[in-house]
């Protein structure tokens, strides 16, 4: 059973446009999500986060969006560089306090063409 | 869908003892598998990738004495913390790429509390 979904493999967007990743959940436990971003050959890094008492949250080029009535979320980029080309995954777990466990999605590879 | 299978999924020892982890690649062959260890506020550290039939390839400033890799056939990598200590305590979590798109597929994690 997976409880974080990422349904789109592979997404291509072009230099300067807007990247939308998606990411659905079913645990309704879930209050806190994540996501990071990785390279070939590297582990992936933190890039941003949400906690379920907000339905935004920014960081320069980096915006999550959460939706909790339905059980989504979503990571915009804007505007898209080159060096965002990568595999995103969106994670998520219950509570941001200790040691609790992330659940990972599959990932999303983005490609930004020039 | 692919799976990995990390066992066990908690675990409590005394200070002084070793532990070993264990991932597994369910459905299909891993020829390279990660080791990351979480941290507070939920980043993740690459310990260390593991390679099946060669030596593992570890992060700066991981142990490789204390955090043992083994990579002995193409659906299993181990990880054994030896002579844990209760600054050892924390997540673990193991990844696989299932060649050739290069999915990278994530273990439950292994969290590990050292008394």
């Given at each position: 059973d997976q409880q974080v979904k990422q349904n789109s493999p592979s997404l291509s967007v072009q230099e300067g446009r807007i990247s939308i990743l998606n990411c659905d959940y079913t645990n309704s436990m879930f209050d806190y999500f994540?996501?990071?971003?990785k390279y070939p050959a590297e582990g992936p890094t933190f890039l941003i986060s949400i906690s379920s008492i907000k339905d935004k949250n920014e960081d320069g080029r980096f915006t999550v969006f959460l939706n909790k009535s339905a059980k989504h979320l979503s990571l915009h980029i804007v505007p898209s560089q080159p060096g965002d080309s990568a595999v995103y995954f969106c994670a998520a777990c219950e509570g941001d306090q200790g040691a609790q466990k992330l659940v990972f999605g599959q990932g999303t590879r983005l490609t930004i063409n020039p | 869908g692919a799976v990995v299978s990390q066992h066990p999924s908690r675990v409590i020892c005394k200070s002084g003892t070793s532990v070993k982890i264990e991932c597994r690649s369910l459905d299909f062959q891993a020829t390279t598998m990660f080791w990351y260890r979480q941290f507070p506020k939920k980043s993740?550290?690459?310990?260390?990738?593991?390679?099946?039939?060669?030596?593992?390839?570890?992060?700066?400033?991981?142990?490789?004495?204390?955090?043992l890799i083994n990579h002995a056939s193409l659906t299993l990598s181990?990880?054994?913390?030896?002579?844990?200590?209760?600054?050892?305590?924390s997540f673990y979590i193991c990844s696989a790429y299932r060649d050739p798109n290069e999915k990278l597929f994530f273990g439950s994690g292994t969290q590990l509390s050292v008394l």
């Amino acid at each position: 059973d997976q409880q974080v979904k990422q349904n789109s493999p592979s997404l291509s967007v072009q230099e300067g446009r807007i990247s939308i990743l998606n990411c659905d959940y079913t645990n309704s436990m879930f209050d806190y999500f994540l996501w990071y971003k990785k390279y070939p050959a590297e582990g992936p890094t933190f890039l941003i986060s949400i906690s379920s008492i907000k339905d935004k949250n920014e960081d320069g080029r980096f915006t999550v969006f959460l939706n909790k009535s339905a059980k989504h979320l979503s990571l915009h980029i804007v505007p898209s560089q080159p060096g965002d080309s990568a595999v995103y995954f969106c994670a998520a777990c219950e509570g941001d306090q200790g040691a609790q466990k992330l659940v990972f999605g599959q990932g999303t590879r983005l490609t930004i063409n020039p | 869908g692919a799976v990995v299978s990390q066992h066990p999924s908690r675990v409590i020892c005394k200070s002084g003892t070793s532990v070993k982890i264990e991932c597994r690649s369910l459905d299909f062959q891993a020829t390279t598998m990660f080791w990351y260890r979480q941290f507070p506020k939920k980043s993740l550290m690459l310990m260390a990738t593991s390679n099946e039939g060669s030596k593992a390839t570890y992060e700066q400033g991981v142990e490789k004495d204390k955090f043992l890799i083994n990579h002995a056939s193409l659906t299993l990598s181990t990880l054994t913390v030896t002579s844990a200590h209760p600054e050892d305590s924390s997540f673990y979590i193991c990844s696989a790429y299932r060649d050739p798109n290069e999915k990278l597929f994530f273990g439950s994690g292994t969290q590990l509390s050292v008394l």
